[in-house]
């Protein structure tokens, strides 16, 4: 009895497991030929530097128009293209495409915008990666303050020896680096001292139940304290509410983004949508 109920539990997980890895396997085939079948597409997301409310730019951030599963988000395929290494194909077409936008923007008067890019671990790690920014800053005769490349605090602090030497390099291009999700990696002091960075981003997480008196603003506060001794750059992402962006303004954050200053869009979009969700008006 023991044996056969032991077979059928057997039988029932390796099912259930078969209909999970199915499904990974699938998406991982749909992921190869996405590129070439040109599913791909960025949204722009704009940050504004706080008090004043100026354009600063605008986050490149990835989409993906699965033919059967309609829009999907980063975080339901990144984890899989990282792992197949399919990252680093896909995102050297994100920083083509994002610095070919840019170079409109540019060309339209926005020569002091930066374009944020995301990098995942893999990529940053790649053998390659210094070249492909400088060749495709070449191809877009984009000037490198235009790009900002965002890594989060992990990858970062991951095999620091390795990571300073690539941010260094990056640095030495002329191109922005900015610490993505900080706060919830595991930064040293000394580290960061040292780290050629130009700019914080406060994670998402400390600011989402921001309010005078609580935990998370006194992190904030001293993230932004701790940004004005390393002379860093601090953004606040995730910024919802106007409660949030009076506390945020109040501690002397530099920069703001979020959705209540402006949600991601197609590029078509982003003129219109800068007026429209966050007026001059309400800038200031
Ligand atoms: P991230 O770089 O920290 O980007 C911020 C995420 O928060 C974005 O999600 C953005 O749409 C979302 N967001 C912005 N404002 C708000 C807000 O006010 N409230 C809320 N709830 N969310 C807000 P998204 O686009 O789904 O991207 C998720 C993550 O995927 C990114 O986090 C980034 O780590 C990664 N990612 C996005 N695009 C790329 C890419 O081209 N390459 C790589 N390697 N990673 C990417
Ligand atoms: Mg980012
Ligand atoms: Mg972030
Ligand atoms: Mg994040």
């Known amino acids: 009895h023991t044996k056969r109920s032991g077979r059928n539990g057997y039988h029932f997980f390796e099912a259930s497991m078969n209909a999970n890895a199915r499904n990974q ?3 991982l085939q749909d992921l190869r030929g996405a590129l070439q079948r040109k599913e791909f597409s960025l949204v722009y997301q704009p940050k504004f530097s706080s008090p004043d409310g100026n354009v600063l730019g605008a986050e490149a951030l990835l989409r993906w ?12 395929f990144i984890g ?11 995102g050297e077409w994100v920083l083509d495409e994002a610095c070919r936008q840019m170079r409109v923007w540019y060309e339209q008067g926005h020569s002091k915008w930066k374009m944020a890019v995301n990098l995942s671990a893999l990529q940053f790690a790649h053998d390659g990666l210094i070249d492909v920014v400088r060749a495709t800053l070449l191809r877009h005769r984009l000037p490198a303050q235009c790009l900002t490349l965002e890594v989060t605090e992990s990858t970062a602090m991951h095999d620091t020896a390795t990571s300073m030497e690539t941010l260094q390099k990056i640095s030495d291009l002329g ?6 999700d900080f706060g919830t990696g595991y930064s040293s002091l000394l580290y960061l001292k040292r780290l050629p960075a130009n700019e914080l ?16 603003a006194a992190i904030v506060s001293a993230i932004v304290a701790l940004g004005r001794t390393l002379n860093l750059r601090i953004v606040a992402e995730g910024v919802e509410t106007q409660l949030q962006q009076d506390f ?6 530099d920069a703001l983004q979020g959705y209540l200053m402006g949600r991601p869009v197609p590029a078509d979009q982003f003129m219109t949508a800068l007026t429209a969700d966050y007026p001059q008006g309400k800038r200031a």
């Open 248 to 253: 945020l303004t109040s501690v002397g954050c």
């Open 201 to 216: 981003k406060i994670d998402r997480g400390f600011v989402r139940d921001l309010t005078h008196g609580t935990e998370d």
């Open 65 to 76: 128009q699965h033919p059967v599963r309609g829009l999907i988000g980063p975080d339901d």
């Open 175 to 180: 191109v922005d680096i900015s610490i993505d």
């Open 80 to 90: 899989l293209a990282e792992r197949s290494g399919l990252i680093v194909p896909i």
């Open 25 to 27: 396997l699938q998406l």
